[in-house]
């Protein structure tokens, strides 16, 4: 595997743990919580994570794995995350298709479906801003 695709792998590996802890993570307790969000919001060593907290590092990284596997089986049970990257993903879609659409010259000289080609890729841009 090459550097770019191991940089890749951990910043893919990274957001995921990012969204797993947005949709669930107050589904873990406090203590859980403080542990997960400074090891991937604050990009906290272990290190530094166990002399915050008064624990071994490996008392950190086993809690960060317990902490992964219990996000990880909420996602199993309710893929919230998937139906949200799938959302994303579509309404990035049809936002795309606004964007061809608008310059496709012989649809923009009909003013009523330019309007609804505007109005299509304003409320996906809207979309996508929100998610």
């Known amino acids: 595997m090459s550097e770019s695709a191991v940089k890749e792998s951990v910043i893919e590996g990274r957001a995921r743990k990012a969204y797993l802890y ?4 107050e589904l873990l307790n406090e203590h859980q919580r403080q542990v997960y969000s400074d090891f991937v919001f604050n990009d906290m060593s272990l290190g530094e994570i166990a002399e915050d907290e ?3 590092r490996q008392g950190v990284s086993d809690l960060i794995k317990r902490c992964d596997a219990k ?3 909420y996602e199993s049970r309710l893929h919230l995350v998937d139906k949200f990257m799938k959302i994303k993903s579509d309404v990035e879609k049809i936002h795309k298709s606004a964007e061809i659409l608008k310059a ?3 649809l923009c000289k009909n003013a009523e479906i330019l309007k609804n080609i505007v109005g299509i890729e304003e409320i996906s ?3 996508i801003e929100e998610l």
């Open 54 to 56: 008064g624990i071994s």
């Open 71 to 73: 996000l990880e089986n």
């Open 125 to 127: 841009n809207q979309i």
């Open 22 to 25: 947005d949709f669930y993570g």
């Open 104 to 106: 496709s010259e012989d």
